[in-house]
Each structure stands twice: as structure tokens, then as C-alpha cells.
């Protein structure tokens, strides 16, 4: 049972929009620390998504987004492609447990 | 651009202590503000952090594996590296090193990772 909980799939046509829900609580998300977000390609490590909520590292393509709102942060993805289909981990810190936690992941499956 | 090996043994026998060492390259490990960590994945507990440490040799661990955990770093390698002891079927995982971004417990993220070193715990 993850401290961050996601939903364990999801799934879209290509071209479309999905979003992917992270739902945390007072000692996390909603204690106001940041959300990141990670895709994991099968059979290799995480890559890093998003930062700090909504923030998109270099070489992240603007068709992924972030969000976040009282014990809830949100991943989008527009205009799915082929290549999106992965697991994808939304991560934060939690001051009851005193270190980061992780979502349990969703599988994005592109129709 | 910063990149990170993980390397040690696949198979470790159950009450023994597990040892990975992380080679960093593109940066001295000394780079001030810089910690280094370990994350692990396994399919029933999912990415579970590990613990963070910093080149002065202070640490940062999960409080739930922190009587079992130590981290060290060999400054001359541009190495650190993990010790867990009495492992159990439950420390079979992925094992990930990773840079914390911003703060040793995660905060900003962590990137880079690298390629992952599963760990298999034999009865």
C-alpha cells in the first residue's frame, strides 16, 4: 500500500488527452510539499518528468503537464502517442514518515 | 551531464548483508549542494527511497530501514555506496542511485538515475 495513491491504469487513443491523479494526505501533499512525476519506459529506470508541481525539466515536451491542489496533484498528457505508453510515478515528502514517498504507479496503455 | 552506474551483486543469501556501489561520472562527487542517493523497486513495495548522502559523509535515511542501512562515500572513486544487513526476502528489489536535486530527502526530485541493479535474496 503506497503512502501516495494513483490509480492503476489508464488509457487513451492517440491524440487524445489522459490525466493521472495522485492523491496524498495533511502529512504530505497536503502539508504543502512539491509533487514530482516520473515515466518508466518498460525495462528501464525512471526518468524525470516533472518538478515542483508543474515544472518541466529540459527536454520534456510541453504535451506534459502538472498540477496540484490541496492533497491532490495531477499529471496530463495531450495529444497521446505511442511512444507515452508507460508507467508513470508521482513522488513527494512526507513529514510523518520523515522522507519521500511514492505514488504506486499508473499504467498508461495508448489505444 | 551527471551519470550514475550501479554495481554489486545480484544474489545475496538471506541474513546477509547486501553491498552496491554507485560510480558517478560528469561531476566530482565533492560538487557542493550535490547529494546522492539510493531508491529501490520491487513489485510488492513499489519505489521505496532508501536514504541520501552527502560528500562529508552525512546521512539521511528512511527511518524504516535506518537500523539496518549504512552509506559511505570514497571521494578518491567518485563513488558511494550502500551497506544493508540481515536481508530478508523483502529487500529483494531494483536497487536505483539517484540524485536528490534540491534537498537530501527528495525535494526537487530525483535525476538523474541510473540503470538499476536487481537484487535477488536467496533462502
Known amino acids: 500500500q503506497s503512502v501516495l495513491t494513483q490509480p492503476p491504469s489508464v488509457s487513451g487513443a492517440p491524440g487524445q488527452r489522459v490525466t493521472i491523479s495522485c492523491t496524498g494526505t495533511?502529512?504530505?501533499?497536503?502539508?504543502?510539499?512539491?509533487v514530482h512525476w516520473y515515466q518508466q519506459l518498460p525495462g528501464t529506470a525512471p526518468k524525470f518528468l516533472i518538478y515542483d508541481n508543474s515544472n518541466r525539466p529540459s527536454g520534456v515536451p510541453d504535451r506534459f503537464s502538472g498540477s496540484k491542489s490541496g492533497t491532490s496533484a495531477s499529471l496530463a498528457i495531450t495529444g497521446l502517442q505511442a511512444e507515452d505508453e508507460a508507467d508513470y510515478y508521482c513522488?513527494?515528502?512526507?513529514?510523518?514518515?520523515?522522507?519521500?514517498?511514492f505514488g504506486g504507479g499508473t499504467k498508461l496503455t495508448v489505444l | 551531464q551527471v551519470q550514475l552506474q550501479e554495481s554489486g551483486p545480484g544474489l545475496v543469501k538471506s541474513s546477509e548483508t547486501l553491498s552496491l556501489t554507485c560510480t558517478v561520472s560528469?561531476?566530482?562527487?565533492?560538487?557542493?549542494?550535490?547529494?546522492w542517493g539510493w531508491v529501490r523497486q520491487s513489485p510488492e513495495k513499489g519505489l521505496e527511497w532508501i536514504g541520501t548522502?552527502?560528500?562529508?559523509?552525512?546521512?539521511y535515511y528512511n527511518p524504516s530501514l535506518k537500523s539496518r542501512l549504512s552509506m559511505s562515500v570514497d571521494t578518491s572513486k567518485n563513488q558511494f555506496s550502500l551497506k544493508l544487513t540481515s536481508v530478508t526476502a523483502a529487500d529483494a528489489a531494483v536497487y536505483y542511485c539517484?540524485?536528490?536535486?534540491?534537498?537530501?530527502?527528495?525535494?526537487?526530485?530525483?535525476?538523474?538515475w541510473g540503470q538499476g541493479n536487481l537484487v535477488t535474496v536467496s533462502s
Open positions: 495533511s502529512s504530505n501533499i497536503g502539508a504543502g510539499y512539491d
Open positions: 513522488q513527494s515528502y512526507d513529514s510523518r514518515l520523515g522522507g519521500s514517498v
Open positions: 548522502i552527502y560528500y562529508s559523509g552525512t546521512t
Open positions: 539517484v540524485r536528490p536535486r534540491i534537498s537530501a530527502y527528495g525535494g526537487g526530485g530525483f535525476d538523474p
Open positions: 560528469g561531476v566530482s562527487i565533492i560538487r557542493t549542494n550535490f547529494y
